[in-house]
């Protein structure tokens, strides 16, 4: 009598391995365009048996402690590296975090969107999301999953504790193609808090449940900008003409610093009016505004000069440059200290003219978000 309870978990406990073996075996012979799709559906679904096994009542919590330790010794004999304790901890997590997914999986098969638990056919065969075997039938054509990213892009989102944040970093890598090494730094360079800073809290919504989206001059910006990736040093002494070579030289980086659909034109654009040369340090166009961005470097202080400089800028290309069809020129003047009271007191309101700082190192980030916080709280104090 007293030997049932151990025979019974051993028995599940097999029962749990023969599913996690097909379902391993099954996806290693799975013929599909990315091996990445396959393995972060394969880990959630190793997530979802482990926790659906762990929820079968309290008698198992001492079980329970035991279970990862016992799973990895098992997988790891038969199947290699990939299925240590910490990796099926992740997959256990990956589950717990993201199961919204779940009913999603498989995914759109000839158009029809798979509810799990149910079949569908599909070109003559049924899918069963249950089935792990059935994975490896779906023609990688036809496989498309909830899951954009790669497995280790979801092990560093995981480590986001902001459900929000977290959400707004997934969008965004997806949509943005970043590598695991761009989406670090974009988040360590506070994107997120540097974004909503500049948003009412509607606007922290839509960040967190969209991703950035750009219908307006004002959702191009981020303050401050952050040009670490130029290898300029605060304390060394670099001109104007210095910093806008740098910015050249890491183009690409710029651009994904200055955000979605920039595409550059030109350095130092030349125009003359009244037989009187001037020059753009950089021109970009916005392809989802559709609107030239004109970019002018300051080393200094923002002064009323810089201003009248860059209102003469943008008035010049809104009259003789763009189409009838393009929308307003945008002027940014990248500056290392703004002030904000000679902005409002020198240009309309309507001015579609913005001056923001830069800085050359990685922002402290739990120093942005404290900063965040305090705005979101001043706020809803109707400060």
Known sequence: MGNKPEISEAEEFRTLIDELRSLIRSARRAVVRSV????????????????????????????GKRLLEKLSAKLTTEFGRGFSRSNLEYMRNFYLIYQGHSSRIPQMLSGKLLDHGKSQTVSGKFIDSNNPSQISQIPPTEFISPFRLSWSHYVFLMGIKDAGERNFYEIEAAE??????????QYNSGLYERLSLSRDKEGIRKLAGQGQTISRPEDLLKEPYVLEFLGLEEKEKYSESDLETAIIDKLEHFLLELGKGF???????????DEEHFFVDLVFYNRLLRCYVLIDLKIGKLNHGDLGQMQMYVNYFDRFVKLDHENPTVGIILCKQKNNALVE???????????????????????????????????????
């Open 36 to 63: 990445d799709t396959i393995q972060v559906v394969t880990n959630f679904e190793i997530g979802r048996r482990i926790v659906e096994h762990e929820q079968k009542g309290k008698k198992r919590a001492e079980y």
């Open 176 to 185: 943005q193609s970043w590598s695991l090494r761009e989406l670090k730094r």
């Open 263 to 273: 595409l550059f034109e030109a350095r130092q654009k030349r125009f003359t009016f």
């Open 345 to 383: 007191i020198t240009l309309p309101d309507n001015a579609n003219i913005h001056a923001r700082e830069y800085q050359l190192y990685l922002p402290d980030k739990e120093e942005l978000r404290q900063k965040l916080m305090d705005w979101i709280a001043e706020q809803e104090n109707g400060k």
